[in-house]
């Protein structure tokens, strides 16, 4: 019987290419946008896991940056530096703004970096310098691509022009980019010279890094300190819960999507094998052995779907880099599974209506040459 | 062991009920023998589809019993039906209904396989048996690449591949040149005979009445006349036994179309003997 659904299934060319184009579409959108949302995950915590920092420190039960505001006095500084464990302290400070380039403004974190800081700054230099002046900022690369933007050109950030000496890679994502500026220049805009909004720190080699955090903690009043590890995955965390209902909703859209054509495809396939059936009815198979031929039938179709749809998503992931688009696609394979999952459920749905239809046909009906 | 392979005792058919009841068959008796052949013919809506569908278990008669090799298939639950058709039916269809997606050996090794033959030994029975119909270079075609006999020789060989010991076959020649036609029912013909096959027909056909043992008029949901059939041994004419020239030599009934082919038989009987036994 699975040959029959095999034959069924390849028969019609067409109808074929309409049914595993359909589901493969459907489960394109499903694996792109968890591939797209596993990029986010990964581009938005970009900073964090390339700072160089081991620990995070900010203001108490400040655990994450997206979306975050954090103060901390500059003053502990010393005392962070008197930790045991503690080999360099660097404050940055943070805020979430606009980087104004003409008509266009782009969402971007603004980094204020102290004067040769050796960790929280550019981690991977496109072009220029790397260490911002007075007055000077580093952009993100694509940033400066989609905005024409060059070296020497000037943006605006929190009010103020700057001029662009230096452009970064890997510092934007599909939500918003970085922008570094100095330490002395944020401070002088925010008109508070005594407040940093995180201090980054670098440990001595082979401690923990948690057990470094827990030490600070426990010393140091106000303050919440966490491993760049726990600090990262705290970020993700935040990023993810916003997401989680477009995620879902989307993913349900793929869904029924997916399930539409292929119980639309599998019905009409059904449909117009009506009296063969009703032949194989006739000729003695039981109806269970008519539903294997269905069941069989969907499953190769998503089958098929699935794997068209995971190379139109490894395609789109070579190709949307290449595009200069602030977007990466991720294929993880939890995202595999899931969508392998839902194309199951999606066969065995679809195949639901013409088993009932199956279940009905009268046999004696190959007599009556209908 | 029954001498009879169908018995079928006094069936009747309705549809519907009350103002809307029509009896599609009414009160009808017949019994096939092995090897035997009964035609049954009768003009449209005479209540022939719905007689052959009860025979093959497909529809279940309101009253009476049909017998199969002594079991009442008429009185057996929906779940025995499969099997019944399956092992003991071959259907023989108007338009062949071969699966289309299917070559002609894959569409007969399926029905092995439905009824529980593993693949490998299937289609080697299938090919077997393709090959004994003269189907050897055509196993792997699809049924669109098949002309109509050949695709009939495949319905054929579909509906013997179970051993069935009775096939049902509705209007066969139906779609088939009068070349053709003849041929598949020549062929059926011997595997009746030489199968010891019960072979039961509907058909408007009238040449079938040649290869027919019996003939029967199906008008009205009833038989109205039931036409012994017999082939003249000395020019193969197909006549009715009752109203036919009759003679009785050594313990043997032979009847013929004129008086000249008694005549002539009765001369030199060994020799038409001989040939009848040939022919078929």
């Known amino acids: 019987m699975i040959l029959l659904a095999f034959h069924n299934l390849f028969q019609n060319k067409t109808r074929l290419v309409i049914s595993v184009g359909g589901v493969a579409l459907a489960l394109l959108l499903i694996l792109s946008l968890d591939a797209i949302f596993a990029g986010v995950e990964h581009q938005?915590?970009?900073?964090?896991?390339?700072?160089?920092?081991?620990?995070?420190?900010?203001?108490?039960?400040?655990?994450?940056?997206?979306?975050?505001?954090?103060?901390?006095?500059?003053?502990?500084?010393?005392?962070?530096?008197?930790?045991?464990?503690?080999?360099?302290?660097?404050?940055?400070?943070?805020?979430?703004?606009?980087?104004?380039?003409?008509?266009?403004?782009?969402?971007?974190?603004?980094?204020?970096?102290?004067?040769?800081?050796?960790?929280?700054?550019?981690?991977?230099?496109?072009?220029?310098?790397?260490?911002p002046g007075k007055s000077e900022t580093i952009i993100d690369r694509s940033i400066a691509e989609m905005s024409d933007v060059e070296l020497g050109d000037t943006v605006e950030i929190l009010g103020q022009r700057f001029t662009v000496v230096g452009f970064s890679n890997e510092t934007a994502n599909i939500v918003n980019s970085i922008a570094f500026i100095s330490l002395d220049d944020f401070q002088a805009l925010r008109g508070s010279p005594d407040v940093v909004s995180f201090l980054l720190i670098k440990t001595h080699s082979g401690l923990s890094a948690d057990a470094?955090?827990?030490?600070?903690?426990?010393?140091?009043?106000?303050?919440t300190a966490l491993s760049r590890t726990a600090f990262s995955s705290q970020e993700r965390r935040v990023v993810k819960d916003m997401s989680t209902d477009v995620i879902t909703i989307m993913n349900l859209i793929g869904f029924l999507i997916g399930l539409a054509v292929m119980a639309l495809m599998v019905y009409t396939a059904i449909l117009s094998r009506r009296k063969e059936f009703g032949v194989l009815k006739a000729l003695g198979a039981r109806n269970g052995q008519l539903y294997q031929v269905v069941l069989a039938q969907a499953f190769m179709s998503v089958v098929l779907g699935f794997g068209l749809g995971v190379v139109?998503?490894?395609?789109?992931?070579?190709?949307?880099?290449?595009?200069?688009?602030?977007?990466?696609?991720?294929?993880?394979?939890?995202?595999?599974?899931?969508?392998?999952?839902?194309?199951?459920?999606?066969?065995?749905?679809?195949?639901?209506?013409?088993?009932?239809?199956?279940?009905?046909?009268?046999?004696a009906m190959v007599f009556r040459g209908t | 062991?029954?001498?009879?392979?169908?018995?079928?005792?006094?069936?009747?058919?309705?549809?519907?009920?009350?103002?809307?009841e029509v009896t599609a068959v009414k009160d009808v008796s017949l019994s096939v023998k092995p090897g035997e052949i009964v035609l049954i013919m009768g003009p449209s809506g005479s209540g022939k589809t719905t007689l052959l569908s009860m025979l093959g278990a497909l529809l279940k008669p309101t009253e009476g019993e049909i017998h199969l090799n002594g079991t009442i298939i008429s009185a057996l639950s929906e779940k025995h039906l499969p099997d019944i058709r399956l092992k003991q039916f071959g259907f023989i269809f108007q338009d062949f209904n071969l699966l289309s997606a299917l070559t002609a050996l894959e569409n007969v090794s399926i029905v092995a396989e439905l009824a529980g033959m593993k693949g490998v030994a299937a289609r080697k029975k299938s090919a077997e048996l393709l090959a004994?119909?003269?189907?050897?270079?055509?196993?792997?075609?699809?049924?669109?690449?098949?002309?109509?006999?050949?695709?009939?020789?495949?319905?054929?060989?579909?509906?013997?591949?179970?051993?069935?010991?009775l096939i049902l076959a509705d209007e066969p020649t139906a779609n088939l040149d009068s070349k053709i036609g003849h041929e598949i029912m020549r062929l059926l013909r011997q595997i009746a005979k030489?199968?010891?096959?019960?072979?039961?027909?509907v058909s408007h056909d009238q040449r079938i009445k040649d290869i027919a043992d019996h003939v029967l008029w199906l008008e009205d949901g009833q038989f109205k006349e039931i036409v012994s059939m017999a082939i003249d041994p000395v020019c193969g004419m197909s006549v009715e036994r009752e109203k036919a020239f009759h003679l009785s030599l050594n313990g043997m009934d032979y009847y013929f179309c004129a008086k000249g082919c008694r005549d002539e038989?009765?001369?030199?009987?060994?020799?038409?003997?001989?040939?009848?036994?040939?022919?078929f």
């Open chain 2, 194 to 201: 030489e199968q010891n096959r019960s072979v039961v027909i």
């Open chain 2, 132 to 165: 004994d119909l003269g189907l050897a270079g055509r196993l792997n075609f699809l049924p669109e690449k098949l002309s109509g006999g050949e695709k009939q020789r495949v319905a054929i060989a579909r509906a013997l591949i179970n051993n069935p010991t």
């Open chain 2, 265 to 279: 038989f009765a001369a030199d009987a060994e020799k038409y003997q001989q040939t009848n036994e040939a022919s």
């Open chain 2, 1 to 20: 062991m029954t001498d009879t392979t169908l018995n079928v005792d006094h069936v009747t058919k309705r549809y519907g009920s009350s103002s809307t």
């Open chain 1, 312 to 363: 139109f998503v490894l395609l789109l992931s070579g190709i949307i880099p290449r595009l200069g688009l602030p977007l990466s696609l991720e294929i993880r394979p939890i995202s595999l599974l899931k969508v392998g999952g839902t194309s199951l459920i999606i066969a065995a749905l679809s195949a639901i209506l013409p088993i009932r239809q199956i279940s009905g046909f009268d046999p």
């Open chain 1, 44 to 131: 938005i915590t970009a900073y964090i896991d390339n700072s160089g920092a081991d620990i995070f420190v900010a203001q108490k039960d400040v655990r994450n940056m997206h979306m975050a505001a954090s103060a901390i006095p500059a003053s502990i500084i010393d005392q962070v530096k008197a930790i045991e464990g503690v080999e360099i302290v660097t404050p940055i400070l943070y805020v979430s703004n606009m980087v104004v380039t003409g008509d266009k403004r782009n969402l971007a974190y603004i980094i204020g970096l102290t004067e040769n800081s050796p960790i929280g700054g550019v981690w991977n230099l496109a072009s220029g310098r790397g260490q």
């Open chain 1, 212 to 223: 470094v955090a827990a030490l600070l903690e426990s010393k140091i009043d106000g303050v």
